[in-house]
């Protein structure tokens, strides 16, 4: 699951046209790295949030400049992981 999400990470960033040609997973979302702006962070995170149906907080939001590509990745896919191995409800009887 972790390489999907970083694959759908680095797809959004190029979306968000970002030079994603020399990204790894050590390369540091904000300054130092791919020196994504507290707005992009913001619309990286609504992106992956619609994607994988997880949420972040406003304080949380502020530190993932700092995270890697592979961290924020990996966190991603915990938050992910749980909700699609979730048991699914049984759909009502049709009346």
Do not use: W
Not at 32 to 58: C, I, N, P, W, Y
Not at 62 to 74: G, I, S, V
């Amino acid at each position: 699951m972790s390489d999907e999400v970083r694959q759908s990470i680095v797809d959004a960033l190029a979306q968000m046209n970002y030079d994603v040609d020399d990204v790894t997973g050590d390369t540091v979302l904000g300054p130092a790295g791919l020196d994504l702006e507290s707005l992009a962070v913001a619309e990286l995170a609504v992106r992956v949030e619609d994607t994988f149906g997880v949420k972040f907080t406003d304080e949380e939001l502020e530190k993932l400049a700092d995270y890697t590509l592979d961290r924020f990745a990996a966190e991603v896919a915990g938050r992910a992981e749980p909700a699609r191995s979730a048991p699914v409800a049984p759909a009502a009887a049709a009346e």
